[in-house]
C-alpha cells in the first residue's frame, strides 16, 4: 500500500490511541488530518464527527483509505545504546558486568566514525520498522561517532534524545592519560550539545549521559549534571540495575546513603533526568526518585535478558512515577516496543505469581500508554507527541492488526482485546509505516 510521504494528508483508518487526559479512543473508522506543518489538525469519527473534546476538521483533503491497518501514535524507545546493536542477542547466562566487558566495551571501543555512519542509519531504519518514532539513544565515547550519529538521525528524519557517554573510571578509553579524560569528555559534550541540541526544530535534542555510577568519578556526575542545566538539556544513566553492581556502587562511594543518593549528591536529579533499570531500590529511594521528579526509562527484556531482576512497575506508577519503556538493546534484543510490553507484562505476572506486587495490574491498554504517551511524558513531550491528538504533532504509526490474528481467530473490535492481540502476538511486519511530524520514515 502506497502511503503518504509528507504532510498535507488525510487517512481513513482504524484508530487506536491513548489519551493525555487519561483513557484511551478507539474508532474502527476515523478520518485524521495533518496538516501542512505535519501536525493533527482533526481527528474524527468518519466521515467527519468531531470526537469527544477535538476540534472539527479543518480540512477537507480527500482521505486515503487505509483500512483494515490501525493508526496509533509512534512508540518511544526511551533508552537504547546505538553502539551495541550488532551485539544483540548474544551473551545470554551472563550478570550485567561480566557482559559488558566482553560484548559491549569492546564494542564501542571499535565504533568510530566510519563505524558510525554505516550502523546508524540502518538502526534507525529498523526502528522505524519496529515503530518507534522517537529514540533516546547512547552513543559510545567517541565524540566524532556522535557527530555522525546525529547526522544519520537528521537525515533520516526520526526523533531523537543522543548523547555521547561519559566514563573516566572503569572506561576502555585507553588513549588518554586519566587526568585528561573527565576535562575531555566534559567539553566535548558540551560542544556536542551546543551544536545538536534543538536542531530542526527540537527533532533532535542532547542527553549527557554518564555511563553509571561505577564509570564515573562524583566530579564527572555533578559536572555533567551541571552542564545539563545549564544548557536545558537531558541527563541520562543507569541506576540500580544489577545487585552486584548495586553492591560496588556501596563501595565505591561509602559517603552516599545508596545509590540514588551517588546521583542525588551530584544534584543530578530533576524533571530532564532519565534513570534506566531502577529495579533494586529501597523504599526510601522510590520515595526520592519520585520526588524529585525523574523519569524511569523500564527496560523490560533487557533485565530478564541479563537476570537483573524484574522492577516493580506498578507500585512505581501507583506511587506517581513517571515511566516509559526502552529496548536496552543490546542487553535487550530487540528494539521492538510491542515485544517490550509483551517482556514487561510477563515479567509482572511472574512478580505477581510470585507473590510480589499487590498494585494494579498494567493491562495491555496501559502496555501501550507506556510505549507512546508514558515516553512522551518522561521526555517532558506529552503536549507535543506520544497520542493521535489535535494539535500534536503528527508523529504516527500505521499497523496491521491482520497479522496478530491468530489460525481459525478473527479481527477484534475490542480496544483491549486489540492492544493485547498487538502486544501478545506482534508480528515483526506489522507496522507498515512511520511518520514523524507527518513525514513517512525510511525503514
Ligand atoms: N550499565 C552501564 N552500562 C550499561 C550498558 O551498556 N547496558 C546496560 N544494560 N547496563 C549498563
Redesign the pocket.
Known amino acids: 500500500m502506497k502511503l503518504p510521504a509528507g504532510p498535507p494528508f488525510t487517512l481513513r483508518a482504524q484508530l487506536l490511541t491513548p489519551l493525555g487526559g487519561g483513557g484511551h479512543q478507539f474508532e474502527s473508522d476515523a478520518r485524521i488530518t495533518v496538516d501542512r506543518q505535519g501536525r493533527l489538525a482533526s481527528v474524527e469519527r468518519w466521515p467527519g464527527e468531531p470526537l469527544a473534546g477535538m476540534e472539527p476538521a479543518a480540512s477537507s483533503e480527500p482521505a486515503l483509505d487505509i483500512r483494515p491497518l490501525t493508526v496509533m501514535p509512534g512508540m518511544v524507545d526511551l533508552h537504547v545504546?546505538l553502539p551495541?546493536t550488532p551485539s544483540a542477542g548474544l551473551g545470554y547466562g551472563l550478570d550485567?558486568l561480566t557482559?559488558?566487558g566482553r560484548y559491549?566495551f569492546p564494542r564501542?571501543q571499535a565504533f568510530d566514525v566510519a563505524t558510525a555512519r554505516s550502523l546508524a542509519p540502518q538502526v534507525f531504519r529498523a526502528m522505524a520498522r519496529a515503530g518507534t518514532t522517537t529514540a533516546v539513544v547512547?552513543g559510545a565515547i567517541w565524540a566524532p561517532s556522535l557527530d555522525a550519529a546525529f547526522e544519520a538521525a537528521e537525515r533520516h528524519g526520526i526523533r531523537a534524545v543522543i548523547g555521547k557517554?561519559m566514563m573516566d573510571e572503569l572506561t576502555y578509553d585507553d588513549g588518554l592519560p586519566r587526568e585528561r579524560i573527565l576535562e575531555t569528555s566534559l567539553r566535548q559534550s558540551a560542544e556536542l550539545c551546543e551544536k545538536w541540541d534543538g536542531r530542526d526544530a527540537g527533532r533532535l535534542r542532547y542527553a549527557f549521559t554518564p555511563?553509571?555510577a561505577?564509570?564515573c568519578s562524583a566530579e564527572m556526575l555533578r559536572e555533567s549534571a551541571a552542564l545539563a542545566q545549564s544548557f536545558g538539556a537531558y541527563w541520562q544513566?543507569?541506576i540500580s540495575?544489577?545487585k552486584a553492581?548495586v553492591a560496588q556502587v556501596r563501595q565505591r562511594f561509602p559517603e552516599a546513603r545508596d545509590y540514588l543518593d551517588v546521583y542525588d549528591r551530584a544534584g543530578a536529579l530533576g524533571e530532564r533526568t532519565i534513570l534506566?533499570?531502577a529495579i533494586h531500590l529501597s523504599d526510601g529511594e522510590i520515595a526520592r526518585l519520585i520526588e524529585s521528579g525523574s523519569r524511569i526509562a523500564h527496560?523490560p527484556a533487557?533485565n530478564l535478558f541479563?537476570a537483573?531482576g524484574v522492577m516493580p512497575l506498578a507500585r512505581y506508577l501507583a506511587e506517581g512515577a513517571v515511566v516509559g519503556l526502552g529496548s536496552?538493546v543490546?542487553?535487550?534484543p530487540d528494539l521492538s516496543m510491542l515485544g517490550q510490553a509483551r517482556l514487561g507484562a510477563y515479567a509482572q505476572n511472574a512478580l505477581r505469581a510470585a507473590g510480589g506486587g499487590s498494585a494494579e495490574l498494567v493491562d495491555a491498554l496501559g502496555w501501550l500508554r507506556l510505549a507512546t504517551l508514558g515516553g512522551a511524558d518522561a521526555l517532558g513531550l506529552a503536549s507535543v507527541l506520544g497520542s493521535v491528538e489535535v494539535g500534536k504533532e503528527a508523529d504516527l504509526i500505521a499497523v496491521d492488526g491482520s497479522l496478530a490474528v491468530p489460525p481459525g481467530g478473527s479481527e477484534v473490535d475490542d480496544p483491549l482485546e486489540l492492544a493485547g492481540r498487538l502486544i501478545f502476538r506482534s508480528h515483526p511486519e506489522m507496522v507498515v509505516g512511520a511518520w514523524v511530524r507527518g513525514r513517512l520514515l525510511p525503514a
Open positions: 545504546h551495541q550485567l557482559w559488558l559491549v564501542e547512547y557517554v555511563r553509571f561505577l564509570s544513566t543507569p540495575e544489577d553492581e534506566a533499570h527496560c533487557s541479563l537483573s536496552d543490546a542487553g535487550g
